[in-house]
């Protein structure tokens, strides 16, 4: 059912595994939330090393930009693809939902899981003019379930999970640098894993997240700023290198860290006639 941009679908499949890869695609398509209701049956999603077990009467929400792994057996399935422009839900917080199960006993999820069923079971009681009311009232229980999901820490993860999590997390931090909107937020999403639990994996650390972000940052940027082949590359360049969405930006860190602005100390690099930084 297409309900004013938002779809419905429904399912029934044997016992399977499926795989998804993401593929750039020749033409970039609208970012597009999903959300699985699990009606019979039992599966396991696998993504970014963990796995997700679901059992009939949960949700599963993800937005298809990671690979995964589903392995089913008979199920029979519910579904909903909302366009992220049409999800009443600032981005930021709809994205900590995702790679997450949700149940439908209460609240939201309940909600959610009459209309989504019943929709599904009576598709000839609706004529087409209902479908965009339809839609908006179908993406507000998406929006809630969402927000109930993002609010709530999800499963702490095994013993071996959380050795592997704190070298994972720096590793993701190091192959980042250069996103503007790289932040603890960003990186916990990317993990399945809630803000305050990242923050309380970094708890024995010698630095905060944010910390840890913003130090590296800096230290790229002055190894650039003391590279004699980079004479001519303007400090903002290498500031957008480096994640600083203004030179303003990189020159105020810069100074407050190494007492110095960026220009000066680039000056005093080549005056010395060598790389400074290291």
Not at 20 to 47: N, S
Not at 78 to 89: E, K, S
Not at 169 to 198: C, D, K
């Amino acid at each position: 059912m297409e309900l004013g941009g938002t779809s419905v679908w429904s399912t029934t499949g044997h016992p399977q595994v499926l795989q998804w890869v993401p593929r750039p695609a020749r033409r970039p398509a609208d970012p597009c939330y999903h959300v699985m209701l699990l009606l019979e049956g039992e599966a396991v999603v696998v993504h970014d090393g963990r796995e997700t077990a679901l059992r009939a009467g949960d949700f599963y929400c993800d937005d298809h930009s990671r690979p995964r792994e589903i392995q089913a057996g008979p199920v029979t399935a519910a579904g909903i693809d909302v366009p992220q422009a049409l999800l009443p839900l600032p981005k930021d917080e709809a994205d900590l939902a995702l790679g997450r199960r949700a149940a439908s006993r209460d609240g939201a999820g309940a909600l959610l899981a009459r209309f989504l069923t019943q929709l599904i079971q009576n598709t000839r009681a609706f004529r087409p003019s209902d479908g965009p009311r339809l839609g908006t009232v179908l993406n507000g229980l998406v929006a809630a379930l969402f927000a109930r999901v993002a609010r709530s820490d999800p499963a702490p993860p095994s013993r071996a999970e959380q050795g592997n999590l704190v070298p994972r997390v720096m590793n993701f931090i190091q192959q980042n640098l250069a996103e503007p909107e790289l932040s603890p937020r960003t990186i916990a999403t990317a993990h399945g894993i809630s803000p305050s639990y990242l923050h309380r994996l970094f708890q024995d650390e010698q630095e905060t997240v944010a910390a840890l972000i913003r130090r590296q940052r800096l230290e790229r940027a002055r190894f650039d700023l003391a590279d004699p082949a980079q004479d001519t590359t303007p400090v903002h360049v290498i500031a957008a290198r480096w994640g600083f969405t203004r030179a303003t930006d990189l020159t105020r860190a810069f100074r407050a860290a190494y007492g110095i602005p960026p220009t000066v100390y680039r000056h005093r690099s080549r005056a010395l006639g060598r790389r400074i930084a290291t």
